[in-house]
């Protein structure tokens, strides 16, 4: 079975993000870096389990991309529980035996940024090539030789990551192509949650 690797929170506006989660959370996510070229940063908090919460939303110091930028992050007026990422060795493996059940993930493409102690990470991933999904059909994430960005994060269990789509069983036979799972309910429009303990209690991020 394929891990957990991170949970996408996209966010309009990054800086006011991260400090909404320190407030609900008690803890405050750690500066990840900045995507070249995307128009995007990043800030993480580790979910336990070699896990991460990934926020990400428009970079102040970069210039406007040409291109929309990831996760719907242009479109999006507060934030939202975009998309999770399974952690595999061997991506393009990985990609041929969902391919051989029927479900395309999409061609790994390589990806970097830097870190704020100078040092580039590196990883590839694929993109999700069926549409309407919002994010509940992970995708596919492989570190290589790069160290985790969970290591040494300030960290904020994870309880439970759910997903709403008016049609689950249309969309569970790609998640376990994937081999990973994810509680699928019915319901009007597909969604993600994920829910952490803070330090007050239950935290539920949509």
Do not use: C
Not at 50 to 78: H, N, S
Request: net charge negative.
């Amino acid at each position: 079975m394929s891990s957990l690797d991170h949970i996408v929170l996209a966010t309009p506006d990054l800086a006011a993000t991260v400090g909404e989660i320190a407030r609900l959370t008690g803890t405050r996510p750690v500066p990840g870096g900045a995507h070249p070229g995307l128009g995007t940063g990043n800030y993480l908090l580790g979910l336990g389990e070699g896990a991460y919460l990934e926020i990400v939303g428009p970079d102040p110091d970069q210039d406007a991309p040409q291109a929309p930028r990831p996760f719907g992050i242009d479109g999006l007026a507060e934030a939202r529980v975009m998309a999770w990422a399974v952690r595999v060795d061997g991506i393009d493996a990985a990609v041929a035996a969902a391919r051989e059940t029927g479900y395309d993930p999409g061609e790994p493409r390589e990806m970097a940024r830097q870190i704020p102690n100078g040092e580039r990470l590196t990883w590839r991933l694929t993109l999700d090539v069926e549409r309407g999904h919002a994010g509940l059909v992970p995708f596919l994430i492989d570190w290589g030789r790069s160290p985790h960005p969970s290591a040494n994060l300030p960290t904020v269990p994870l309880v439970a990551l759910e997903g709403v789509h008016p049609h689950p069983e249309r969309i569970e036979p790609s998640i376990a192509s994937l081999g990973a799972k994810l509680p699928v309910k019915a319901g009007n429009r597909p969604s993600l949650a994920a829910t952490v303990f803070g330090e007050t209690g239950l935290v539920v991020l949509h």
